[in-house]
């Protein structure tokens, strides 16, 4: 009976332990894995305040950085540790990582709200030079006075097509619109009409489906819940008067109309139903997903910003061409659209922790001042990591040459065509686009109907603010 | 005589200095964790290194949580599921392979395999396995929550059986043939032998099985996590998984993620002394 009792005691503390590690220790562990896995390499025991640590949001330019790192210090002999967050774990690495004697000293914030999550840890930046770079100072994050957080790309996103499948179709003879070429679609109405004719002589065109798949996977649903439920929001806030800025007006709402959700519907409804996937397999779809087949020639177009350049590029068996790459926007059947641009902004601020050593400070700044003023420097961002950097250093002939960014440059320049600001930085929480990605999925498969889709974005909107 | 006293002696003299490593370790990465955890369900605090104390208000919010209570009904459901399934096929197979057939062994090692490959692994391949077969049906396993719970049933049965299976064996392998023989002389048909005989003597074995599953099943994550993710909707989030969610999901809600885990500790550890001391009292002595 002894062993008995002692196995049973055994047991549960076996479980007891299991348990603590697993509620009281979460964070230790999650850190340790995220610096094995990315920081291993680049983290020696001689740390002095010549090693600064940037905590890098983007992983598909993450082996850019690592080579900007070198020459760094190569050149200034100060170590610059890069880490690289997994794709949307960005805030859950840094949250570990900060808690750690090393924290990372360069990292990045989303916007407005995502500095109300990192007040207590971003340093005032105004008397920088890297502020004064700017050529828009109203770009930054700014808090009573304060500057916390400093943009350094500025994208834009839309509809990417391939010009060369839609040339074909325009040459059909028994196509069934009058519209001959990609620039008389000014409208939601052409665009539809467009498509729909494109799937009827799908297999003509050697596609599988007009746009590539709307990926619904779980973590792969940004471009929906963020990117295309900017558009209903934009013009929502706009609407709103007091303000001058969508931000703004976003910021200052408890509760949300979603005015404008049958042209969200409008445009959903056209991907869904014109697309290389049908709706019940969307749920496993990702982002990567929807770019091969994109790049493999199997669809004609897809929503997506001008960092999927190099996405598209990589793709083995790449059938697409750089000069057929161009953008639309994303026309959505609001009143005047005609002189709608593409959503331009950026949600990719930089941040400089205030919680480390003031030498670490200034040497972060001054990584940062020579990232985006020294000759070395800009050709790393305008050549290999491909920004449309928002600093009056770089001339006209340092802008990035992919077909995407130069596309992004262009209709920013288009006379009488106004760009959507990207009103997504108001948006609640990462919570409220996740439940409605996820409702956005259910409407896809069947499961819920566009009323109850949005009946739980005004009300997790609402629930969200509230918090 | 002499020796034993000596003996205690000595463990007495050298019990501190012989345990110190272990209870040093035990307190470094187990105690000190979990007091800080129960510590920090009470305050407020986006890292664990500036807390502000606010009493119960976590609690509060996670019990008015319904996602809390959704994945709680979620995992009661699949704990039930799993407990009988994984039990009952790996006695099942146990008893086959105790039978001194051709190949015992390497059906064995067969069998124990799933076990050895992590969670997370599982997961991905059986959702490629599973989408692959829903594909023919046009659905994929984020259609309904019926899917990623038979899903996640599947997986489960599939990664435990080997391992309870091993257990079983070994406890019936115990079971001494005398008594069985004695059974047989009786009388006693195969199904009474395994009824009257083999069952009550493997009872520990049930004890420990159980035990395991019904604990793993409660505190399932990794799996969790690769399968599904929770969807549609967090329909098939479990408890873990909700917790990680909202620790990490939400702004501000690191404390309400803390006093969930500290709600789900307290269940875990409930569940698992009531059914320990429930079925060891059905155990008897050899």
Known sequence: MKIKKLLGLTLALTLFAGLAAGCGNKNEGAATDNSGANGGGNAPATAKAEEIYFLNFKPEIAEVYEKIAKDYEAETGVKVKVVTAAAGTYETTLKSEIAKSEAPTIFQINGPVGYQNWKDYSLNLKDTKLYSYLSDQSLAVTSEGGVYGIPYVVEGYGIIYNDAIMKKYFALADKAVSVSSMEEVKNFDTLKAVVEDMTAKKDQLGIKGVFASTSLAAGEQWRWQTHLANMPLYYEFKDNTEYD?????????????????????????????????????LGSKSVTD???????????????????????????????????IKFLPIYTGVSGEESQGLAIGTENYLAINSKVSPEKQQASIAFLEWLFSSDKGKAYVTNDLGFIAPFNTFNDNEKPADPLAKEVTNWMEKDGITSVAWTFAAFPSEEFKNVFGDALLQYAQGNKTWDEVVTIFKDTWKAERAK | MSGGIFLTKSIKKYFALFALPTILVFTVIFIIPFLLGVYLSFTEFTTVTDAKWIGFGNYVKAFSNKDFLNALWFTLQFTVVAVITVNVFAFLLALMLTRGKKGTNLFRTIFFMPNLIGGIVLGYIWQLILNGVLMKFEVTLTVSAKYGF????????????????????????????????AAKIDGCTRFGILRNVTIPLVMPSITICLFLTLSNSFKLFDQNLALTAGAPSKETSMLALDIYNTFYGSVGYEGVGQAKAVVFFVLVALIALIQLAATRRREVEN
Do not use: C, H, P, R
């Open chain 1, 245 to 281: 800025n969508t931000v703004l007006a976003g910021l200052a709402s408890n509760e949300v109309e979603f005015k404008y959700n049958q042209n969200f519907k409008n445009i959903f409804d056209l991907y869904i139903n014109n697309s290389v996937t049908k709706g019940g397999l």
């Open chain 1, 290 to 324: 929807s770019m091969a087949e994109f790049a493999l020639g199997q669809a004609a177009m897809v929503q997506n910003g001008n960092w999927a350049w190099s996405q598209i590029n990589e793709v083995d068996g790449n059938v697409v061409k750089a000069e057929d």
């Open chain 2, 150 to 181: 038979w899903g996640l049933i599947i997986l489960m049965n599939w990664q435990l059986i080997g391992y309870m299976m091993i257990i079983y064996i070994a406890g019936i392998q115990n079971v001494s043939k005398d008594v069985i023989e």
